[in-house]
T-cell receptor
Framework: EDQVTQSPEALRLQEGESSSLNCSYTVSGLRGLFWYRQDPGKGPEFLFTLYSAGEEKEKERLKATLTKKESFLHITAPKPEDSATYLCAATGANNLFFGTGTRLTVIP | NAGVTQTPKFQVLKTGQSMTLQCAQDMNHNSMYWYRQDPGMGLRLIYYSASEGTTDKGEVPNGYNVSRLNKREFSLRLESAAPSQTSVYFC??????????????FGPGTRLTVT
């Protein structure tokens, strides 16, 4: 069964404390892996697309990486404004599967 | 550019009432989508429209209908609302739908409560 699992469900970090969020996928014939940020009461905001194992993409304090079984979103020296829920989604032949997200809180 | 806009932002319905959620995008995207987001379940696809004039069912289509009015607009209709349809509804668009490899851009959502 195709599915996407994110861990941990929630993560609290001190400002400046780097960490990683995990997205494990079991999607047949992966064609793309997406990361989104979602603030409370708002729609998901697109961050990255990764297409093949070994690929990496960066934006400010965020770096996304992809292996054949999972993706990581690394957050370096986070700031309070990085607090949000981070969603990943994986696409196989035609369907896009979303994980339930990791709720990140960065404490000043 | 406004991106993807949705109306209304909030709605309360009684069981059995009907309503239409409106969505419009100004990015000249070909494909549009409707999702629902429930706690602990992630985003689930209700219907999508790969291009103007076509619509297809997603994972959870029962109780909903859609209309792709033109390239910009995609509406979602609840004919007879049920409490199980209480959720947050998101509209999204992408350049194309082929193989779902194109990133989707989301609207701000409609928070619907059915009592």
């Amino acid at each position: 069964e195709d599915q996407v699992t994110q861990s941990p469900e929630a993560l609290r970090l001190q400002e400046g404390e780097s960490s990683s969020l995990n997205c494990s996928y079991t999607v047949s014939g992966l064609r793309g892996l997406f990361w989104y940020r979602q603030d409370p009461g708002k729609g998901p905001e697109f961050l990255f697309t990764l297409y093949s194992a070994g690929e990496e993409k960066e934006k400010e304090r965020l770096k996304a990486t992809l292996t054949k079984k999972e993706s990581f979103l690394h957050i370096t020296a986070p700031k309070p404004e990085d607090s949000a829920t981070y969603l990943c989604a994986a696409t196989g032949a035609n369907n896009l599967f979303f994980g339930t997200g990791t709720r990140l809180t960065v404490i000043p | 550019n406004a991106g993807v806009t949705q109306t209304p932002k909030f709605q309360v319905l009684k069981t059995g009432q009907s309503m239409t959620l409106q969505c419009a995008q100004d990015m000249n995207h070909n494909s549009m989508y409707w999702y629902r987001q429930d706690p602990g379940m992630g985003l689930r696809l209700i219907y999508y429209s790969a291009s103007e004039g076509t619509t297809d069912k997603g994972e959870v289509p029962n109780g909903y209908n859609v209309s792709r009015l033109n390239k910009r607009e995609f509406s979602l209709r609840l004919e007879s609302a049920a409490p199980s349809q209480t959720s947050v509804y998101f509209c999204a668009s992408s350049e194309f739908a082929s193989g779902s490899i194109y990133e989707q851009y989301f609207g701000p959502g409609t928070r619907l409560t059915v009592t």
